[in-house]
């Protein structure tokens, strides 16, 4: 069965507009001069120490992730629309979480399953009536998006804990800046690189009540074995604010404080890297060696604020994000901007019984699953392995979606033969303080494997630097 998908270089035979200035580019590129250029590219990544952790797989965990020198690049006006429709999803995902850790409103209107929010193992009964700063519950939105057509988006997931990746965004633009400056000057692409500030800027406009002078933020991170410890250490540093483990902070009285050199320094924003479980020994997992015990009381009491809110996971719940765009209608008043893609709930039986009887043309994953594993992507996939994804099903109907295996949009990459076209996916990072900021880019991700529609770095895929033409 043959599949068209969108290019995003060329309609047709025709070369699309945004694309103008590259096709010489890469056209009168030498092979030669490629191939230098790819292994600059590979040494400043590893001497910068730009690497993700995989376990379990044997051999050095840290890892490169495979860069594609051919850049993305979006008009500005296809990125005004985006920006419009990230911001409006991330003002509703935000109500939404005000609203069921209080009075749940959206529930009593029987817009959403009460099941799904309060049965929800995201859900944290610790964080009822707590209203935060600003009532901002998710301060670093990452919204994955895909493209199947010139204008036609859809949002793939919600990311409202902790997204990462935003490290690769910054230094694939350094990167390519610093390979190849005509290409800058050529082009009038918007800057990415205000991006800490603005994120020290949203992290210090929602401090907590009790802070009474300039804030102090600090980045909480699981230490130097968690997977994105090097994005982490990476924002301390442009920030320049204090990388912190749960040892070097400790409760006493209405505040968290951080041990300094100087003396306790207290605390009033943290920027957390470590899950809901770890943050506090006395409020979550008793045996956590990573979090600050205590560290909830603090929080109810308007001593420290924590971004983002412990809890805020339910709203990126992939059997949650069914009801976003009913969220945008019911908290906004306004129709949503961005689409979701088809989704069928195996806990409904209705749609359990149309997925089952069509796995090898959907695309099925878990609900709380995550960096493409815990998935089956029906058409791709063999007979014994849709047969063994089906009895995982049957066992936890309740722990799965189903999604259309989508056309991916395709963008121009590298490959050793040249150039060829290979599916690739969006992640924007969405601020959410007293105002909502968005730089004008993203983490583009590409499936390097010819036909393969997972993006994951863990599964093999790569990054490109995203451009917005600035208007």
């Known amino acids: 069965m043959s599949t068209t998908y969108f290019n995003e270089m060329y309609d047709g035979s025709e070369l699309r507009l945004p694309y103008a200035n590259l096709e010489s580019w890469q056209r009168d590129m030498p092979q030669e001069l490629r191939n230098l250029k790819q292994a600059e590219a590979e040494a400043l990544f590893r001497r910068i120490g730009i690497t993700f952790a995989v ?58 399953p009460a099941r799904l929010v309060y049965q929800n193992e995201a859900f944290e009964k ?30 793939l997931e919600d990311n409202c804990r902790t997204p990462s990746g ?25 800057p990415v690189e205000r991006y800490p500030d603005l994120l020290r800027k949203t992290l210090a406009s929602v401090a907590p009540p009790k802070c009474d002078s300039d804030p102090t933020v600090v980045i909480l991170t699981p230490g130097h074995f968690n997977s994105a410890y090097y994005e982490h250490s990476f924002l301390a540093d442009l920030m320049g604010v204090e990388l912190v483990e749960g040892a070097d902070l400790y409760v006493e009285g209405d505040f968290c404080w951080m041990r300094t050199t100087q003396g306790p320094k207290k605390v009033d924003v943290i920027y957390r890297r470590i ?58 008043g306004e129709e949503p901007i961005l689409q979701n893609v088809p989704t069928w709930q195996c806990a409904i039986p209705e749609d359990y019984a149309y997925v089952m009887a069509n796995l090898e043309d959907l695309v099925v994953k878990e609900v709380h699953g995550s960096g493409g594993y ?20 049957r066992e936890r109907p309740d722990n799965y979606i189903a999604q259309p295996t989508l056309s991916l949009s395709t963008c121009p990459t590298f490959v050793k033969d040249g150039v ?27 499936a390097l494997t010819e036909g393969s529609l997972v993006v994951n770095s863990s599964q093999g895929g790569g990054v490109k630097d995203t451009w917005v033409l600035a208007e």
């Open 166 to 190: 935003v490290s690769y965004m910054l230094e694939n633009r350094e990167i390519m800046m610093r390979m190849f400056p005509d290409l800058f000057r050529g082009n009038r692409i918007a």
């Open 275 to 332: 899950d809901d479980s770890f943050l506090d020994p006395l409020c979550f997992r008793p045996d956590s060696m990573l979090g600050i015990p205590g560290l909830m009381n603090v929080y109810r009491s308007g001593g420290v604020q924590i971004c983002s809110a412990p809890g805020a996971g339910v709203a990126d719940d992939k059997a949650i994000y069914t009801f976003v765009p009913e969220m945008v209608r019911f908290y906004l």
């Open 126 to 155: 610790a964080v009822c009536g707590i209203k935060p700063s600003k009532n901002v519950y998710s301060h670093i939105v990452g919204i994955d998006l895909v493209r199947t057509g010139p204008d036609e988006f859809y949002v």
């Open 55 to 112: 376990y379990g797989e044997g051999g050095d965990p840290d890892r490169l992730i495979p860069f594609d020198m051919f850049p993305r690049v979006f008009t500005h006006r296809e990125w005004a629309r985006l920006e419009r429709g990230i911001k409006q999803r991330a003002r509703a995902l935000n109500a939404f979480l005000c609203d069921v850790y209080n009075r749940g409103e959206i529930v009593r209107a029987g817009k959403i």
């Open 374 to 393: 815990g998935m089956l992507i029906g058409p791709r996939a063999s007979k014994g392995e849709i047969e063994a994804f089906a009895h995982k099903i």
């Open 420 to 446: 060829a076209p290979r599916h690739v996916d969006l992640r924007p990072y969405c601020l959410v303080g007293d105002t909502i900021e968005l730089v004008p880019g993203g983490l583009t991700r590409v």
